[in-house]
C-alpha cells in the first residue's frame, strides 16, 4: 500500500485526533502521544512496518527543537537552586507577611503572568516557579495554579506588541497585504477576544472565588490540604535537609531579576544583530530561543557567585541541581518530545494542505467569516497542538480573502479571530507546548490541567463565537469587546448564582 494516497487528506487529522482522544479518555498522556505518532506513522509508510519505522525515528529526530529542550533543563536547574539556596521559603514568608488571602496570592499570580509577557514558555515556568510557594501555603490547588499561568501566558503574548508571538505573526503577513505585519498585529488587539475575554474571567473567577466542573472537585481538595488531587508523585521535591536556613528573599528575587532583564536585552541585541533599526523591529526579528538560553545561563552563572561565598549552597550541591534540574522537567521534555514528533507527523502527512484546501474553496466574503475562521483556528490548533503553526496556515489565506482598502476592516477581523481561534485551540489541547509548559511551571499533572482548563476556555469561546458575528455586521471593535465582556459576565453571573443555588440545596438536604 502506498502512503501517498493519505497525504493531503482527511486522515492527516486521525493521528493528532486518536493521541487527543486517547488522552482524555485513559488520563495517561505518553502512550496516547506515542500511539499518535507511531499510527500517523504508518499511515505514511503505507502501513509497511519498518518504513514506518524509519518514518517515526527520522521524525522524531527532525522534530525536535534542542534550543527548548535545552531552556527547560536550565530553567529546572534554576528551579531547584532557588529551592535548595532557601530563597523560594524566604519569598513564601516574606509574601505571606504581605499577601494576607487566597485571592490575593492568585491576584499577584495573574499580575506576574501579565508583567512577564516577552514569551509564553518563559512566562509558564518563572510564574510557576516563584509563585507556587505563596500560592500553595494559601491552597490553591496545581489546577488552578496551572490554569491562571496558562491564561495570562498565550493570551498576554498575542496582545503584546513586544513579544516573541508578535514577531511570529509578523513573519506570516505577506509583502502585498497592504499593510505591514506590524501594523495588522496592532489593530488586532482589541478584536482578539479570546485573549481579552481569558483575562476577564481569571480576575472574575479569582475576585468571586466562583469555581465549577472538575476545578471545584480540585479547590474542594486542595482546602483540604490535597494540592494535587492526583499525579503528585510525578514531582520530585528538594529534600527539606537540602534547603539552607540562610536563603533570603533576595535569594529568589534577584536570579527572577537577572533572568528577566537578560532575556529581555538578549532578544533586543539578536533583533539588532538581524539587521533591525529600533527596538520594536529588534523584537520582531529577535532570536527567542537563543536569548532564552543564553538568560538561563547568565542567571545559573550569576547564582553561583550569589549562592556560593555565603555558604547557602555547597559546590556539590550547586552542581547536583543540574541533574535534579532535568530530574524535575523529565515529564513536560517527554510530552514535548512526543507532542514535536505528532506534529512533525501532521506536517509529512500534509494536513496543511487539507486544511488550506477546505478552507479556500469552502468559504466567501460574509459576515460570518470571522466566526468560521475562529472555530477552524481552534480545530487546527487543538489537533496541532500550536499556534504558531496555525497562524502560518490560516493568516495567509484571510488576508486573500479580502484584498482591497475597502475590504481591510474585514481583514483585520478575520485575522484576529485566527489569532484568538489559534491561541483558544492552543489552551485546551494537551498535546500543546504552551499547556504542557504551564503544567510543569504550576507543577501539576497535566491531565489534570487540560481537563480543568477546557471547561473554563469553552465559556469563553461560546462568546467569542457571538462576539465574532457581532463583528462581523458591526465591524467596531468597542461595540463588540464591550457587547462581548458584558455576554461573558451575564453567562459567568448566571452560573455563579445557578452553583450556590445548587450547593446550598445540598446543604439543606444534609
Sequence with gaps: MDGVMFIGTWWSLVPPLLAIILALVTKEVYSSLF?????GALLYAGFQPWNAFMAFFDIMKSSMNLNILIFDVLLGMIIVLMAKSGGSAAYGKWA?????SKKSAMLATTGLGVLIFVDDYFNCLTVGSVMRPVTDRFKVSRAKLAYIIDATAAPVCIIAPVSSWAAAVNSYVPADAGITGFQLFLRTIPYNLYALLTLAMVLYIVITGFDFGLMKKHEQNAAKGDLFTSGAEEFEQVKAEEISAKGRVFDLVLPVAVLIVSAIGAMIYTGFLGGATDIITAFAGCDAETSLIFATMLTILFMLFLYLPRKVVTFKGFMDSFVEG??????AVAILIFAWSLKGVG?????AQFVEGVVGSNTSASVFIPAIMFMIAIF?????GTSWGTF????PIVIAMFPGADRLEMMIIAVAAVLAGAVCGDHVSPISDTTVMSSAGAQSNHINHVSTQMQYATVVAVVCIVGYVIAGFVKIWWVTLGLSLAILLIILTFMRKYVEGKDRKAVSDD
Design 35 to 39: 500511539i499518535g505518532v507511531a499510527f
Design 347 to 351: 506536517d509529512a502527512l500534509g494536513i
Design 96 to 100: 505571606g507577611t504581605r499577601i494576607k
Design 380 to 384: 487546527l490548533a487543538f489537533s496541532t
Design 326 to 331: 532535568f530530574k524535575l522537567m523529565i515529564p
Design 392 to 395: 502560518a496556515i490560516l493568516v
